[in-house]
T-cell receptor
Framework: GENVEQHPSTLSVQEGDSAVIKCTYS??????FPWYKQELGKGPQLIIDIRSNVGEKKDQRIAVTLNKTAKHFSLHITETQPEDSAVYFC?????????????????FGKGTKLSVKP | DTAVSQTPKYLVTQMGNDKSIKCEQNLGHDTMYWYKQDSKKFLKIMFSYNNKELIINETVPNRFSPKSPDKAHLNLHINSLELGDSAVYFC??????????????FGNGTRLTVT
């Protein structure tokens, strides 16, 4: 089955700096890669996602890159702010339209605790 | 308006007891899930229901039994609770399985502590 490795487990940056979180996956058939942000006491919330037919996607200060050959994908946060402090999860799945939903076999990385110091 | 709501938020109970966690979503989604997050924050899927039908049942002890009375509700009943069941349990929902790439909407979790 799919295995997702995420690094680093903790990351501390100064406000205004960039933060990069990296993930690798094992199943070459995986083709959907979302990123979730979990704030303290809350459930994870999708912040950005990418599919395998795209190499990069941006949304304001957040970007995700995907290298299918190397089976790794990364989250980039620029101009970090204290409110970016949270646990970030990468995930991977193989989209199977008729079973379990696109999310049903979503495999999560172990999370990265990001701390942004003011 | 809370999209995915689960109750209770905290649940403290003794070993051997039976407890239930309730989940409701008002997003009109067809698919609902239960995830378990352990003390190291690792998220693992337990069950998935689509239109009240069980479609994913990961390797979970049969002490855990999900029930979906309708597509807006997915409850989790746990029998004979054990210390290792202590975790945060998240309910989530998404549009139907053919809507690829749609985000999971998570509830805010139920922190279960077994003493």
């Amino acid at each position: 089955g799919e295995n997702v490795e995420q690094h680093p487990s903790t990351l501390s940056v100064q406000e205004g700096d960039s933060a990069v979180i990296k993930c690798t996956y094992s199943d070459s058939a995986s083709n959907y890669f979302p990123w979730y942000k979990q704030e303290l006491g809350k459930g994870p919330q999708l912040i950005i996602d990418i599919r395998s037919n795209v190499g990069e996607k941006k949304d304001q200060r957040i970007a995700v890159t995907l290298n299918k050959t190397a089976k790794h994908f990364s989250l980039h946060i620029t101009e970090t702010q204290p409110e970016d402090s949270a646990v970030y999860f990468c995930a991977a799945s193989r989209e199977r339209a008729n079973y379990g939903g696109s999310q049903g076999n979503l495999i999560f990385g172990k999370g990265t605790k990001l701390s942004v110091k003011p | 308006d809370t999209a995915v709501s689960q109750t209770p938020k905290y649940l403290v109970t003794q070993m051997g007891n039976d407890k239930s966690i309730k989940c409701e979503q008002n997003l009109g989604h067809d698919t609902m899930y239960w995830y378990k997050q352990d003390s190291k924050k690792f998220l693992k899927i337990m069950f998935s229901y689509n239109n009240k039908e069980l479609i994913i049942n990961e390797t979970v002890p049969n002490r855990f039994s999900p029930k979906s009375p309708d597509k807006a509700h997915l409850n989790l009943h746990i029998n004979s609770l054990e210390l290792g069941d202590s975790a945060v349990y998240f309910c989530a929902s998404s549009p139907g399985p053919t809507l690829l790439g749609s985000p999971l909407h998570f509830g805010n979790g139920t922190r279960l502590t077994v003493t």
